[in-house]
């Protein structure tokens, strides 16, 4: 089945408001609507946010929305005015904020990670990515550990995972806040590998870049009358090839490429946690 699940993207300033489209959609964006759009300069993500983490729905009414803890622990999360903010949970390490809604014949769910600070939690990043946190989800496999991050013109690999059976033959959508899109299907494992374009504009050779965007990679999927439609949103940074030595930004590379050696072991501590 072609996935009906088309991200749309909004720049706020350096905000992504990311989006399932449709009648019922649920949209988040990485930081508060407070913010004058004053630095297009800068045109998805600030570094260095000050203050708590804040992400904005619209078309949210009737959705159930968490915060999941290093632990796999739940907090409730609200929005209000449209508006929730991450609060602070004292540890350190990924969180997931996840978004559900369920319109009967459509279960819609949205998923992302956010690095929070604190104490060190003593727990694995793989744990919470791997956790079932919704009947329909699209898997970092890996997720990006301790200070690395997902960066342009890089290959990473996510799984569609439906329940706790990882899907073969899912169309899979990758689209990007700088305007590309990627197409691809999940193979035997339920695995699908996706080259992150390198398509920030106007990149200056040498120059360090310190700018970031966000990226959704989208799947649906149809069971016993149901549609699933489910959206990873996240964030990407310029390589840093651009304005290391070429050394430096193969070893950056390669660093992304082993990480596919971490795939085996999410995909089974996927299988114990649920």
Do not use: C
Request: proline fraction near 7%; avoid cysteine; charged fraction near 20%.
């Amino acid at each position: 089945m072609t996935p009906s699940v088309k991200p749309v993207i909004l720049v706020m300033t350096s905000v992504l408001l990311g989006a399932l489209s449709g009648a019922h959609a649920l949209a988040q964006t990485a930081q508060g609507p407070a913010q004058k759009q004053n630095q297009q300069s800068t045109p998805q993500h600030q570094q260095h946010r000050r203050g708590p983490k804040q992400f904005t729905f619209s078309n949210a009414d009737g959705a159930v929305i968490q915060l999941w803890k290093p632990d796999l622990s739940t907090l409730p999360l609200e929005a209000k005015m449209g508006v929730i903010t991450l609060p602070s949970t004292g540890v350190d390490n990924y969180h997931a904020v996840v978004a559900e809604i369920d319109w009967g014949y459509l279960k819609e769910a949205i998923i992302r990670y956010e690095y929070l600070r604190g104490k060190p939690s003593g727990e694995s990043p793989t744990r919470l990515s791997a956790a079932v946190k919704t009947e329909f989800e699209v898997v970092p496999a890996p997720i990006p550990r301790g200070h690395y991050r997902y960066y342009s013109d890089q290959e990473w690999a996510f799984a569609v995972r439906f329940k706790q059976a990882f899907l073969p033959g899912v169309p899979v959508v990758m689209e990007t806040a700088n305007g590309s899109r990627l197409e691809g299907i999940s193979d035997a494992d339920g695995l699908v590998q996706f080259h992150i374009p390198d398509d920030f504009p106007n990149v200056v050779e040498g120059e360090r870049d310190k700018r970031s965007a966000d990226f959704t990679v989208t799947a649906a999927y149809e069971e016993n009358g149901t549609e699933y439609q489910t959206l990873l949103s996240a964030e990407y940074r310029v390589n840093p090839q651009h304005w290391k030595s070429l050394s430096l930004g193969v070893t950056v590379t390669a660093i992304g490429l082993l990480a596919g050696g971490f795939i085996g072991r999410v995909r089974k501590t996927g299988k114990s946690a649920s």
